[in-house]
DNA sequence: AATGAATGAGCCTTCATTCAT
DNA sequence: GATGAATGAAGGCTCATTCAT
């Protein structure tokens, strides 16, 4: 009876008829596509093709290619805007409580690949897409805000050195995490791959939750 | 009228029967487009536009757009690599020699923006085209062999703390320089621009050396 | 963000339910389309997005594109005539009353240039579409018996010459008064505006006036 | 041996390696299509398909639709003005030489349908295109300075009435030459086409020529 | 060593139109 | 009577590359 599941119609659609999930399909795959090839070396055909769904369904969506991208563009930031306010370190002390926002944010750059590549890519072009989503413009504050109630607290206790920038520490803790995850291919290429293992990241965050300890703690 | 034909016009060359000149103007105007933007947002064609001469110059001296690209990447390398061979940090106290070698890597990543796009582009690749080159295999352990050796006096001086790794430590000072460099866009666009004006930059580079002294020292 | 997605806005509409309005309303916006841009040069998206309604409508309502402009044009000529209707010569002297018509043809073509426009694109068409409207067959002799009748009267008082076609000089009468808003563009392109301002357009119809007269009076 | 001529190669070119005969080719049939249906309803596509050869050529040489469009424009009035400046009127008495500047208009127009619908299709776009060529702002006086110097003539010649605008009067002898042909289709759709058989556009060019006589003709 | 002419393949996008309710 | 979702077909155009000399 093979024959049965090989009489396979043109296209198959879970979704007929339902726009949201057209919708969600093409983000997803265009998020993947964009994120391991930028937006000049994506085809949308190659979206298309990943879904069953025609080239025509994403220009009725999203536009044209730059509003697609855009749009992955911003939702991606969404998520990971949503994943940090997740991460509720009000209570803790100080020092545990930046400790657990740096092992956050190596953690989940690494987790999220796609996510840093889109940055990458926005990075390449000068971040053109991104001023063009207004809604990016109001939730970075956050991060800023809750570094600096975190140093406050932290001065305030002994515990942290006085006059720590919180946004030049927010940029360490980013510049650390998210080199770990954009430079591996060149990094490894050069230097070996011994850092990204499974052991040499484990050590790595370790590597780094100290150098951000060194640089906070008072003397 | 036919203003926007595509056939070659009529050019002018002062090097006219030079070749090196002519790959080295190649080259030159390929690093920039590359660097701005990528390989697959770059043209043949915006290249050949550039110099005097016709897009069939740089398929006749480099083969394909691969080649070129690769290429590029090869002499960008080969240029980042001799200036870090012209800084001599051998007879420098430890700190001292460390302290050097942290705010050149600062400045000379900053200085050399269209390297830096590259490598963020390579890493766009996975170090595909890096790959390739055979003669990036080799120069690239004498960095990390530079700092084993800073580390090791610095142990033995009794300042650094011992159980260094060179290979975590160089990490870490490619990671906050070339972070710098690549991030800015994003960076600055989501958190204000404050780190990227002459003075931030500046104090950004203390911040990072004492970030690295603070990683380092005895206690 | 999806800012240039197909997908049809919500709208509010004003007439909801009424079929009769809806229609009028697209062919409203068909016509100054069309007299625009031509059959080919028009997208049926525009016309929807200039009202309020969806392209579905305007298949609905008028069965393709085709349909519409010859919708469009059918109605355009019933206008017309209509007004042509309008003008009652029968009582005048015979040059009175062809100076008259002469007149209002000028003036009429001047104010109706969508008309005109129309005009041009089926010429374009060779008629085409013009040729599949029946209700136009009808009423185009009576223009041509009208004049009929002014030239026999004409002829008779003695103060036309004798043996005038009335279709020639229908022809020479419509030829001037076309020509002065179908070219303009590239008359005035090529020669200047002089003759389209206030003035040289109310000079221009004196010499259309003064024309027609030469032409028919008797000697 | 009928498989000697069946074995055709993919293309045959008699201009191969032959860039202006490609260029003259192409113009060539732009000009038809462009004529026949107007920029927006001509397909570079059939353009390419009436020659021996591929859109991409026509790109090449022309850029892009428009260029062509442009390209096409532009030669059609060189070559109008071409045979304009062949007609030699100079030494001839001003009615006669009137009379046949209006008879070769005519005529000239009759025999030039494909320039016509091109100027048709050009004020269809307001004169868009024709105003981004400046080769045709230059040649557009010396029709009119001709016309002056046979006004003059004739005015002095006391043949001529006095005070006539040869820019007027050029305008009169265009209108009649160009709706001629211009709306050929439309008038004989609602008139018949009793003036556009051969005996009829004698008749019509006698009466053309009358019409100008009448016009100019001092009483 | 050098080059003007040519090109196949494929890109993003648009168009009028129909489906399904 | 009305509509949101969907689409096949084609449109103009661009790309890296090769041909022919």
């Known amino acids: 009876m093979a024959d049965k599941a090989e009489s396979t119609p043109k ?33 949308v055909k190659d979206i298309a093709d990943r879904i069953q769904t025609s080239r025509r369904m994403i220009f009725y969506y999203f536009g044209d290619k730059e509003g697609l ?28 409580a930046l400790v657990k926002l740096v092992e956050f944010t190596f953690d989940h750059h690494r987790r999220n690949e796609d996510f840093i590549r889109l940055v990458m890519s926005e990075n390449i072009h000068n971040g053109h897409y991104m001023e063009q989503i ?11 805000n809750q570094l ?25 803790i980013s510049a650390l995490s998210f080199f770990n ?12 791959n011994a850092l990204f293992s499974e052991e040499g990241q484990n050590a790595l965050k370790e590597y780094v939750i100290n150098c951000i300890i060194s640089s906070v703690k008072a003397e």
């Open 181 to 192: 995850v954009s430079n591996r291919a060149t990094f490894s290429n050069n230097f070996g």
């Open 134 to 144: 207004e809604s990016l413009h109001l939730t970075n504050t956050k991060v800023i």
């Open 11 to 43: 296209r198959i659609r879970s979704w007929k008829q339902d726009p949201e999930a057209v919708r969600a399909d093409i983000l997803r795959e265009a998020t993947s596509e964009f994120a391991k090839n930028g937006l000049a070396g994506t085809r």
């Open 69 to 96: 991208y855009r749009t992955v563009l911003e939702e991606a930031y969404i998520n990971i805007r949503k994943a940090e306010e997740d991460l509720r370190l009000d209570g803790l002390p100080p020092m545990e």
């Open 148 to 172: 600096s109630r975190i140093c406050e607290a932290g001065e305030k206790a002994g515990v942290f050195k006085a006059g720590i920038s919180p946004l030049e520490l927010h940029w360490q």
